[in-house]
């Protein structure tokens, strides 16, 4: 049933194929993945994993606000 598989707005999105388990991120998540060094910000693409990106929040997340902003590279008060 290709209603099923539909998406974007009612448009089918075809067969998934080997590139089906690929996430491309954007914006806010690119954005933490170059606060926590997984890319830079320098880059237009990367590679990771949800394994570490699941990691480097497990990190973040056992520091102080304070540290967190002295740790990460771009992080303000704001944002931590």
Do not use: M
């Not at 089918?12 to 910000?41: F, H, M, Q």
């Amino acid at each position: 049933d290709r209603e099923g598989e539909c998406s974007f707005n009612g448009a089918w999105g075809g067969e998934p194929g080997p590139g089906s388990k690929r996430v491309y991120l954007s914006s806010y998540l690119w954005d933490r993945a170059v606060n926590v060094g997984i890319v830079t910000d320098q880059e237009i693409d990367g590679r990771s994993t949800v394994r570490e990106l699941g990691g480097k929040a497990k990190d973040a997340c056992a520091l102080s606000l304070t540290k967190v902003t002295s740790t990460y590279h771009g992080v303000d008060d704001a944002d931590a």
